[in-house]
């Protein structure tokens, strides 16, 4: 069973940084971080690979990054320089060949001026 717990949420002030974890266990897989902010949809911010290649989108490139720890099962986001538009609550999820995703519970990202 493929499980994902988000963890490391919380208030942040605009220009500060903050570390989302993801902790995976039911297997290894392709990961992606989304984000939905208030009122809006949700919106894939960032993917990585088993193997450890990466993409996150044009709004937040040069802010965010994404990395795991194959030992540990973890993904991690990064968060530098927030802003006020990074609000929202922020999921990961699991990609599965042939299966559907799984997702986290997300994690609530405040960011405050």
């Known amino acids: 069973q493929v499980r994902l717990v988000e963890s490391g949420g919380g208030l942040v002030q605009t220009g500060r940084s903050l570390r989302l974890s993801c902790a995976v266990s039911?297997?290894?897989?392709?990961m992606r971080w989304f984000r939905q902010a208030p009122g809006k949809q949700r919106e894939f911010v960032a993917i990585i690979t088993r193997g450890g290649s990466s993409k996150v989108v044009d709004s937040v490139a040069g802010r965010f990054t994404i990395s795991r720890d194959n030992v540990k099962n973890t993904v991690s986001l990064q968060i530098n320089s927030a802003r006020l538009e990074d609000t929202g609550i922020y999921y990961c999820?699991?990609?599965?060949?042939?299966?559907?995703?799984?997702w986290g519970q997300g994690t609530q990202v405040s960011v405050s001026s």
């Open positions: 999820n699991a990609l599965r060949i042939g299966m559907s995703d799984v």
């Open positions: 039911g297997g290894i897989f392709d």
